[in-house]
């Protein structure tokens, strides 16, 4: 499921895009994050697709979150299938070949399998396959490594409750009250309930499926950030057939890449979000691509200061000031 944004307007046809055409058009895809949905990302997508009016926004719904609840998924649910997801929806667009898109973003949960999803199309030969590597991967505020516990904190509270809900206000105390959760938390998670369906249209049930969230959630600790990073920001690629290291299922032969083109890497951090330690941040800054002083280099980090997590929320536009710059720099 996906809606789209163009000149910070959104619609809901495929009339925004012609994949068929030479135009100069550009898409971005947007990816939410755990227990989210596209909507989460329409600021950000509204505003950069304001300041550069070729540039149009597909925000997609990842298996198991919003409108892509109801459609049935096949088993596993990890990022490499979420990467077919996307794969499958692009193509009938025609978002194939020079109409790819152009840019992945994707936050937190979203912000991995944008990771994944670039990292797996630098893997392939580029003869072979439809689809190109993207220019640019932006990942907002995804810590590196396993789910902090606090994530699986909210899943055993939000798994422990029995639907329907009887009301958002029921599901807010329940939570900060009784699970001691913190109210803005709370409040958000009130913000994933849909109306019951038949004669239950007073109660509320998850926009979201439980049992997928938390396969996705189990995947973390499977997917090796940096590795994925260094291998898909070096300038020279090379040609090892015998390196077939499983940086999550389905990449085999990962380093084998006979693609031409770089991608850049923008890694976002929230400056408020203390889960970015010091280790976490050296070894990221210690990958060969990595330059501090190179608006170029093709591993860029960046800090939005007064930002926690919801980094789109919290400092949109300096995160947006600073997806403009990296156009200017592509």
């Not at 020279?236 to 380093?255: A, F, I, M, V, Y």
């Not at 070894?283 to 939005?304: A, I, Y």
Request: overall charge negative.
């Amino acid at each position: 499921a996906y809606e789209w944004i163009s000149n910070g307007e959104v619609h809901k046809n495929d009339d925004v895009v012609d994949g068929t055409s030479d135009t100069k058009e550009e898409v971005i895809v947007f990816l939410h994050g755990l227990l989210g949905n596209s909507k989460n990302l329409r600021t950000p997508a509204k505003k950069l697709t304001k300041k550069i009016p070729h540039l149009k926004a597909l925000l997609l719904d990842i298996r198991g979150h919003g409108n892509s609840s109801t459609t049935t998924h096949a088993q596993p649910h990890d990022f490499q299938s979420c990467v077919q997801d996307i794969i499958e929806t692009l193509t009938p667009l025609g978002l194939v070949g020079t109409n790819s898109p152009r840019t992945m973003c994707g936050h937190s949960l979203g912000g991995r399998i944008a990771l994944q999803y670039s990292h797996h199309l630098c893997s392939l030969n580029t003869s072979t396959t439809l689809l190109e590597p993207p220019k640019q991967t932006w990942v907002l505020d995804s810590v590196p490594g396993r789910a902090d516990p606090s994530v699986h904190n909210v899943l055993r509270a939000i798994s422990s409750l029995s639907t329907p809900i009887p009301s958002k206000k029921w599901l807010v105390d329940t939570l900060t009250k009784e699970y001691k959760m913190d109210k803005g938390v709370a409040m958000w998670i009130a913000t994933n309930l849909k109306a019951g369906n038949g004669d239950d249209k007073k109660s509320f049930d998850w926009v979201f499926d439980l049992n997928i969230a938390n396969e996705l959630v189990d995947n973390f600790s499977n997917q090796n950030f940096a590795k994925m990073i260094d291998e898909m920001t070096q300038e020279e690629k090379d040609n090892n057939p015998d390196d077939t290291t499983d940086l999550t299922r389905g990449d085999s032969n990962s380093s084998s890449r006979t693609g031409t083109e770089n991608t850049t890497v923008h890694l976002v951090m929230a400056g408020k979000n203390k889960l970015w330690s010091e280790e976490i941040v050296s070894e990221l800054k210690g990958l060969s691509s990595f330059e501090e002083s190179n608006p170029s280099s093709l591993f860029r980090m960046h800090t939005l200061e007064k930002a926690g997590h919801w980094v789109h929320v919290d400092d949109c536009d300096g995160l947006v000031n600073l997806m403009l710059k990296g156009y200017m720099h592509r």
